[in-house]
């Protein structure tokens, strides 16, 4: 039994830590995905872009409020936890 229950927790720290490195992963390419979103929202600004400034305003300022609790949480919860990665799909899909 000793050696059944071994394997049991073996395996639960091996999809701890891949959930956690699954994790990241997302907060990374959620990281690079504002880059850009602020990146084309300075490009708006200095007027290379032809977007409403109001408009692009409206869906930015949301975007990152989104992002700054996320990354907040992300920092506070062990991202190991199964509710990390529903509240990192849920800032993903809402942005």
Do not use: H, W
């Not at 400034?53 to 990152?64: A, D, Y």
């Amino acid at each position: 039994m000793a050696e059944n229950e071994k394997k049991t927790d073996e395996i639960s720290v091996f999809i701890a830590d891949r959930e956690q490195m699954a994790n990241k992963y997302v907060m990374k390419c959620f990281s690079v995905s504002m880059l850009i979103y602020a990146a084309t929202f300075l490009l708006n600004v200095l007027g290379i872009f032809v977007v409403d400034r109001e408009v692009m305003k409206r869906g930015f300022i949301p975007c990152v409020v989104v992002y700054i609790i996320i990354y907040i949480f992300t920092e506070c919860v062990s991202l190991s936890n199964e509710k990390a990665k529903c509240f990192l799909l849920f800032g993903v899909i809402t942005v």
